[in-house]
């Protein structure tokens, strides 16, 4: 996972299949994990973006079941406050 501070927002860059899984389960196995976790109870905004969800690039060889359990990993990852977003130029 890759993490940048953007103003008063943290923002990643970059999230792996792994990390995404452990996100949406609420748990930190990382430091990088644990601090996004931290700006989510601290009332942070997190965003992540698009272009760096790595489960996307899968899109085209992916079984749709498996795909499916990637998008509803993002929108638990949604439901918890982390905002996805589409232009690195947000």
Known sequence: MTLEERGDALVI???P???????????????EERRVLEALLQGRKVRV???GLEYKEYR???PLGVYRKFVALERELREMGVCVVRDRHW
């Open 13 to 15: 860059t970059r999230l």
């Open 17 to 31: 299949l792994e990390q995404m899984g452990l996100l949406a389960l609420g748990l930190a196995l990382t430091g």
């Open 49 to 51: 973006l698009e272009t």
């Open 60 to 62: 085209k060889t992916a």
